[in-house]
Nanobody, 126 residues
Framework: QVQLVESGGGLVQAGDSLRLSCAVSGRSFNSYTLGWFRQTPGKEREFVAVITWSSGVTGSSDSVQGRFIISRDNAKNTVYLQMNSLKPEDTAVYYC???????????????????WGQGTQVTVSS
């Protein structure tokens, strides 16, 4: 069993930065894919960014490219999402997700992930 615990959400103004953390525990993660998704009421969960645990290969959605950076600290078993130049449309509940294998092209599909955190609210005011 894998447990994911997000932290770092909050209320910020447009243009500010925020860093989310996701503490991962429970198993060996060498072949894992870790992702960040976000969701607003009435909408489907949206892919934000992804990273492979062992090699650190990353990807992100077009909407956050150049503003958000995903990274991981293997020693701390933690994945981060550095969010810069935040916009009101970034307001959402942000979720950390893990899959026990490399997802490759499926890494942007929320249905491909096995484990989810409880989510952390990010609110960006204009």
């Amino acid at each position: 069993q894998v447990q994911l615990v997000e932290s770092g959400g909050g209320l910020v103004q447009a243009g500010d930065s925020l860093r989310l953390s996701c503490a991962v525990s429970g198993r060996s993660f060498n072949s894992y894919t870790l992702g960040w998704f976000r969701q607003t009421p009435g909408k489907e969960r949206e892919f934000v960014a992804v990273i492979t645990w062992s090699s650190g290969v990353t990807g992100s959605s077009d909407s956050v490219q150049g503003r958000f950076i995903i990274s991981r600290d293997n020693a701390k078993n933690t994945v981060y999402l550095q969010m810069n130049s935040l916009k009101p449309e970034d307001t959402a509940v942000y979720y950390c997700a893990a899959a026990g294998r490399y997802l490759y092209a499926r890494s942007r599909l929320h249905s491909a992930y096995d484990y989810w955190g409880q989510g952390t609210q990010v609110t960006v005011s204009s």
